[in-house]
């Protein structure tokens, strides 16, 4: 107690309120800053690459591992990796609901010749079979480690102390937050895909709704990108 009457001693339970927040900044700053080095952002497959897998391991793997040591009472399950046959036909009809949805606006939003400065991330002019395997699974594991942060570590221990609704404000809040570099378009619609994907998730009890329909949406509008940019190809 101080003199403001406040208490500011350490409660219980307040360890699951603040290190998923503590983390998800910690990981996210960390991923983030890396990848904008300037010897980093330089548009290279080896690059790229790169970040995609820093990612996995700055958002994914090292928040685990720690939130895993300092809150013992939740398991990996708990933060949705995990596999409910109760909810498989759920998650596969919002999986392909979402995709029908995103899909096309994705395709249209790729036309725009704002939109390629940012995307794709690899700058390369030709892109080969190979290039397009090398995207997908640099893709998939940056999604996968984003997504254990976002929508696992931050989102069900701060279910578990506030309830739906605080938790999904915070998260949206912060999630929307790592899209502001790319502008208002993408700050904006991240707000409704994160209201959407904390629901899903926590309608599931997974994390699969948010790790597909988010690499669906990454891959599309990539591979979109380069479709509409008259400087890039597909070759064989």
């Known amino acids: 107690m101080n003199s403001t009457g406040i208490d500011i001693s350490w409660m219980e339970g307040d360890m699951i309120i603040a290190l998923p927040m503590i983390l998800c900044l910690i990981g996210f700053a960390t991923f983030w800053f890396v990848s904008q080095a300037n010897n980093i952002?330089?548009?290279?497959?080896?690059?790229?690459?790169?970040?995609?897998y820093w990612g996995l391991c700055s958002m994914g793997i090292l928040p685990a591992i720690i939130a895993l040591q300092l809150m013992p009472q939740y398991a990996l399950s708990d933060y949705g990796l995990t596999y409910k046959p109760e909810s498989t036909t759920t998650s596969l009809v919002a999986i392909l609901i979402l995709a029908a949805v995103a899909m096309p606006l994705v395709f249209m939003n790729a036309k725009k010749p704002s939109h390629h400065v940012n995307y794709p991330q690899i700058r390369e002019k030709n892109w080969t079979w190979s290039l397009v395997l090398k995207n997908c699974l640099g893709w998939v594991a940056y999604l996968l480690g984003y997504e254990v942060l976002f929508r696992g570590i931050l989102l069900f221990p701060l279910v578990d102390a506030i309830g739906v609704w605080p938790a999904l404000a915070i998260n949206t809040a912060m999630?929307?937050?790592?899209?502001?570099?790319?502008?208002?378009?993408?700050?904006?619609?991240?707000?409704?895909?994160?209201?959407?994907?904390c629901l899903m998730t926590l309608m599931t009890g997974t994390l699969w709704v948010a790790v597909f329909v988010h690499i669906i949406i990454a891959l599309t509008n990539s591979f979109s990108s380069i479709y509409h940019n008259p400087e890039m190809k597909f070759v064989k």
């Open 41 to 52: 952002n330089d548009g290279s497959v080896k690059n790229i690459l790169f970040t995609k």
């Open 175 to 197: 999630y929307s937050a790592t899209h502001i570099p790319k502008g208002l378009d993408e700050t904006i619609s991240a707000v409704f895909l994160g209201v959407v994907l």
